[in-house]
């Protein structure tokens, strides 16, 4: 969509903090949703994913919580580090009879020393 | 294991060239491929995408096309380069409706 063109929001968060994004998703028949992240000069790499059959996922010091009532999902670091430090998409996988494979807008993490 | 080629990484064309990326992935049949666009410090826009060999969905009118010549091949052209097509360009490969999106590394295209 539109947001594609707009600059990216910036979170920054200091080194040890944990960190969270959000990402807001428009399909409510959507039953899956995953986490990227994109490293400089890099393509995105899959970070985390949930099904709606859930509202949490843990992983190595990540969390997402998906809330549908609101169509809301975040993505939790804890004990941010300098590696950290990247773009982080959400992805809603359009499973509605389309192939179409949206990304949302991206949030840039940037872990101070 | 799944692998996705991109090339060239880095390309550099005057304004009014032609253009080819091309995109071939390892490791599965039959995938779902799609083509992206990145401008600096923006998110990723979804140029096109096919499900199989010659079928192309477009996503956004522009100057550029894609073709699937072959099962594991994506080609991304345009016939003449504009300053607006400056971008990187990723390549991603999707195996069945609804999973994890496997990326290439992508190539970074400069239109002088």
């Known amino acids: 969509g539109e947001s594609v063109g707009l600059h990216l929001p910036t979170l920054s968060v200091q080194e040890g903090d944990n960190s969270i994004i959000n990402c807001a998703y428009s399909?409510?028949?959507?039953?899956?949703f995953i986490w990227y992240k994109q490293e400089s000069g890099k393509g995105p790499q899959f970070i985390i994913d949930?099904?709606?059959?859930?509202d949490k996922r843990q992983g190595q010091r990540v969390t997402v919580l998906l809330n549908k009532t609101v169509k809301h999902l975040s993505l939790q670091i804890a004990a941010t580090q300098p590696g950290d430090s990247a773009v982080y998409f959400c992805?809603?996988?359009?499973?509605?009879?389309?192939?179409?494979?949206?990304f949302g807008t991206g949030t840039r993490l940037k872990v101070l020393a | 294991s799944q692998t996705i080629h991109q090339w060239p990484a880095t390309l550099v064309q005057p304004v009014g060239s032609p253009l080819s990326l091309e995109c071939t992935v390892e490791?599965?049949?039959?995938?779902?491929l799609y083509w992206y666009r990145q401008a600096a410090g923006r998110g990723l826009q979804l140029l096109f995408y096919?499900?199989?060999?010659?079928?192309i969905s477009s996503e956004v009118p522009q100057n550029l096309s894609a073709s699937r010549p072959q099962d594991r091949q994506f080609i991304l052209s345009s016939k003449k380069l504009l300053l607006s097509d400056s971008g990187f360009y990723l390549c991603?490969?999707?195996?069945?409706?609804?999973?994890?999106?496997?990326f290439g590394q992508g190539t970074r295209l400069t239109v002088v």
């Open positions: 992805a809603e996988p359009h499973t509605s009879g389309t192939y179409k494979y949206i």
């Open positions: 991603a490969q999707v195996r069945g409706q609804g999973t994890e999106a496997f």
């Open positions: 949930i099904r709606s059959n859930m």
């Open positions: 096919s499900v199989g060999i010659g079928q």
């Open positions: 490791g599965t049949s039959n995938p779902n």
């Open positions: 399909n409510s028949a959507s039953d899956y």
